[in-house]
Nanobody, 126 residues
């Protein structure tokens, strides 16, 4: 399986910014969709954002539009999630996921992704 490593999480104050990274080893992201999901304690995994590696087309959950930005660095085979104006409700473990969703409308479905990183903890204090 493709190996994914997330990094960049930490403890921040409300209103602060963080940038998360997702790096792949063994394969490149070419032809894949790369997504970010979050999972808060006691809750199911939720879609955050994704980017198509080849086209750069992005999609965001309504809760993060205008605050989060997903981007890619082709030469580094890395995807970033830039988070700003962080809120306590953003607190969760953030996971990087890679796959080829069969339909555009399914890009937000966790079960459409084949490879997952170990997650990185983001904690936002009030």
């Amino acid at each position: 399986q493709m190996q994914l490593v997330e990094s960049g999480g930490g403890l921040v104050q409300a209103g602060d910014s963080l940038s998360l990274s997702c790096a792949a080893s063994g394969r490149t992201f070419s032809s894949y969709t790369v997504a970010w999901f979050l999972q808060a304690p006691g809750k199911e995994r939720e879609f955050v954002a994704c980017v198509s590696w080849n086209t750069g087309i992005t999609l965001y959950a309504d809760s993060v539009k205008g605050r989060f930005t997903v981007s890619r660095a082709n030469a580094k085979n890395t995807v970033y999630l830039q988070m700003s104006s962080l809120k306590p409700e953003d607190t969760a473990v953030y996971y990087c996921a890679v796959g080829r969703p069969g339909y555009t409308s399914r890009r937000q479905w966790a079960n459409e992704y084949d490879y997952w990183g170990q997650g990185t903890q983001v904690t936002v204090s009030s």
